[in-house]
């Protein structure tokens, strides 16, 4: 298989232009289960500070029509949770001051710069 240099030009000229289109609560399309869990995850995991149950709050999703057993919401609560927790690391990070390294070019200091003195050395 080949392509030609054609082709390859307008991938460069169209790609850098391009959107991902992200699932958002406009308009009315399907989602996932998984999808909904994580737009729902904030309401979900206050609920669940509350008092509310996995299972309880799977038999709530139920009674909309989002039939899901308490272990697989339980397993997508617990994605949404470490994607929560991903995105604020790295804001974290981001935002944070970075540790500046010293070049490699730069001699390591010597041990005996930072030993105690001994008795003969302070005599």
Do not use: G, H
């Given at each position: 298989?080949?392509?030609?240099?054609?082709?390859?030009r307008?991938?460069?000229?169209?790609?850098?232009n391009l959107q991902n289109e992200k699932k958002t609560l406009e308009g009315n399309h399907e989602m996932t289960f998984r999808e909904a869990i994580r737009a729902l995850y904030p309401t979900l995991r206050d609920?669940?500070?509350r008092g509310?149950?996995?299972?309880?709050?799977?038999?709530?999703?139920?009674?909309y029509g989002i039939n899901i057993k308490p272990t697989t919401f339980s397993k997508y609560l617990n994605e949404a949770e470490q994607d929560?927790?991903?995105k604020r690391n790295r804001?974290?990070?981001t935002s944070s001051t970075r540790r500046v390294k010293k070049p490699?070019?730069?001699?390591?200091?010597?041990?005996?710069?930072h030993a105690p003195a001994t008795p003969s050395e302070t005599e």
């Open positions: 298989m080949s392509t030609n240099t054609e082709t390859v307008k991938i460069l000229a169209e790609f850098p609920m669940k500070k509310f149950s996995t299972k309880d709050l799977a038999e709530k999703l139920d009674e929560e927790i991903l804001v974290r990070i490699a070019s730069q001699p390591a200091t010597p041990a005996t710069d």
